[in-house]
């Protein structure tokens, strides 16, 4: 039996699509950032996210071949377990850097005050 026939195996085309998606998903952001964009840094971040997260749906769906159809409806519980860790580790990032920039920077006050001690 050849993988086209096998419904559970993509085609070549839909890792081609995949593949072509995931390129299109990463380069992007890497243009947000190294491209010196003019936009906010509230809205680059939503950017970089947003698509990060439509890529590890699109690497759920082209890659792992899970979708809504296939074996009635167990593999849509997959995706809203998918969905959920996505919410989840995008929100904990940002919780965390947020967290790490207010209280690990210094603020100018303190860098001026060791600067000029005795």
Known sequence: MS???HSSHGSYRSYLIGFALSVVLTIIPFWVVLGEVEISTAAAIAIIFGLG??????HVHYFLHVTIKAESGWQVMSMAFTAILLVIVLSGSVWVMTHLDENMMPAHEQIDRVRNLP
Not at 53 to 58: D, K, L
């Open 3 to 5: 993988a086209d026939n």
């Open 53 to 58: 997260a439509v890529q590890i749906m699109v």
